[in-house]
């Protein structure tokens, strides 16, 4: 099983960015895989998860509305997208298979 | 949301010696608690999950033991490379909640 996540992104305050992580050697879409976020020096926290056989999607409260979730079961890949980025958003994110195996991680820094 | 506390935040252990990590949870969870080692500079790595099962190519010196709202990780005798931060997180309700993090270090 592998998870392997785009690289390290530098953007400007305002901009739009999608990440991606792509998998192999599992069933993509019969698994929940989600986005977790790691601030610098931080904790763990869950974004959103994404069920890839029926696209049903959670988001945590913090995160409702700030992200969008998605996968594209045809090449076992899940995304996480932004349309307006902030500051704040610098972080670490990992994508992370329920009760498996995660990504390496995708650097995202925010700076005008 | 289900609150996850941890304790304690630092342990230090001699090498070879026993270390106990404590979860708490708000609620109850029944047994969807999983244990998560994070070294630095690393991803999170899931080490075990459900009724104390281990993820695969995880050593045997890592066990868990509780349910409901009380939960403990023991590393029977500590190796240095397991020096590392370590979450539990529910997942009985979403969201999904992580503790603050327990920081192991060698004495």
């Known amino acids: 099983v592998q998870l392997v996540q785009s690289g390290a992104e530098v953007k400007k305050p305002g901009e739009s960015l999608q990440i991606s992580c792509k998998t192999s050697g599992y069933s993509f879409a019969t698994y929940w895989i989600g986005w977790v976020r790691q601030m610098p020096g931080k904790g763990l926290e869950w974004m959103g998860i994404?069920?890839?056989?029926?696209?049903?999607?959670k988001y945590s409260p913090s995160f409702q509305g700030q992200v969008t979730i998605s996968a594209d079961k045809s090449i076992s890949t899940a995304y996480l997208q932004w349309r307006s980025l902030e500051a704040s958003d610098t972080a670490m994110y990992y994508c992370?298979?329920?009760?498996?195996?995660w990504g390496q991680g995708t650097l995202v820094t925010v700076s005008s | 949301e289900i609150v996850m506390t941890q304790s304690p935040a630092t342990l230090s252990v001699s090498p070879g010696e026993r270390a106990t990590l404590s979860c708490r949870a708000s609620q109850s969870v029944s047994t969807n608690l999983a244990w998560y080692q994070q070294k630095p500079g690393q991803a999170p790595r899931l080490l075990i999950y459900g009724a104390s099962t281990r993820a695969t190519g995880v050593p045997a010196r890592f066990s868990d033991s509780g349910s409901g709202t009380e939960f403990t990780l023991t590393i029977s005798s500590l190796q240095s490379e397991d020096c590392a931060v370590y979450y539990c997180q529910q997942y009985t309700n979403w969201p999904w909640t992580f503790g603050q993090g327990t920081k192991v270090e060698i004495k």
């Open positions: 992370a298979r329920h009760q498996g195996e």
């Open positions: 994404i069920y890839p056989d029926d696209s049903d999607t």
